[in-house]
């Protein structure tokens, strides 16, 4: 069966400090991978999505970047994070399909101090 | 920017008491899916409806599509205290270029009380 992992389940940085969220999944091949952020108590944001490995887009212009260096690895990092990257970061994945549901990570609640 | 629009932002009911959530979106779609988050955690997939469906009902869920009015609703009927959670719409598609992925609304907060 398939199953994602996503760590780590905390963090709080210093602004200014970098940042490295990792993502794996396990079980399929070629999955999209996605990266959304959650404001408290508001929708997600798509920050990232990859079809393939190295291929990432971007949705929203931002200080944050994505890598896939392998194809069931996706990788969120900031070089320095803000005050405003603070949220819960998800990631999550699905077969390359229109039809496809969506299979989400536990999360990762940042904090930027 | 937002895709899916779910409203209402919060919603209250007692135990046994039927919720229901409404989305709306802005352009075409191939689907429209509804996600459940429990506080604090990530988002589980409930319910797909695809863009040539009018109703679909999945145990006590029922979700209904109406393309012309670029609308959807989900109806939990007597519901639990432990459906109490954040519910999200979701649309894919034609949405920005982006082929496939999912963009989703704001979420209802549902809370229900024993």
């Known amino acids: 069966s398939q199953t994602i992992h996503q760590w780590p389940a905390t963090l709080v940085q210093p602004v200014g400090s970098p940042l490295s969220l990792e993502c794996t999944v396990e079980?399929?091949?070629?999955?999209?991978l996605y990266w959304y952020r959650q404001a408290a108590g508001r929708g997600l944001q798509l920050l990232f999505y990859?079809?393939?490995?190295?291929?990432i887009s971007s949705e929203v212009p931002q200080n944050l970047s994505a890598s896939r260096p392998q194809d069931r690895q996706f990788i969120l990092s900031s070089k320095k994070l803000l005050l405003s990257d603070s949220g819960f970061y998800l990631c999550?994945?699905?077969?390359?399909?229109?039809?496809?549901?969506?299979?989400f990570g536990q999360g990762t609640r940042l904090t930027v101090v | 920017s937002q895709q899916g629009e779910e409203d209402p932002q919060a919603l209250s009911i007692q135990e046994g008491e039927n919720a229901t959530m409404n989305c709306s979106y802005k352009?075409?779609?191939?689907?429209l899916q509804w996600y459940r988050q429990n506080s604090g955690r990530g988002l589980v997939h409930l319910i797909l409806?695809?863009?040539?469906?009018r109703e679909k009902h999945s145990g006590r869920l029922r979700v209904t599509l109406d393309t012309s009015k670029k609308s959807s609703s989900l109806l939990i009927t007597a519901s639990r205290a432990a459906d109490t959670a954040s519910y999200f719409c979701?649309?894919?598609?034609?949405?920005?270029?982006?082929?496939?992925?999912?963009?989703f609304g704001k979420g209802t907060k549902l809370s229900v009380k024993p």
């Open positions: 979701a649309t894919d598609g034609n949405y920005g270029g982006s082929q496939g992925n999912l963009i």
């Open positions: 409806i695809r863009s040539n469906e």
């Open positions: 999550a994945w699905s077969v390359p399909s229109p039809q496809a549901r969506a299979f």
């Open positions: 352009t075409s779609i191939n689907n």
């Open positions: 990859s079809v393939g490995i190295g291929q």
């Open positions: 079980g399929t091949s070629n999955p999209n």
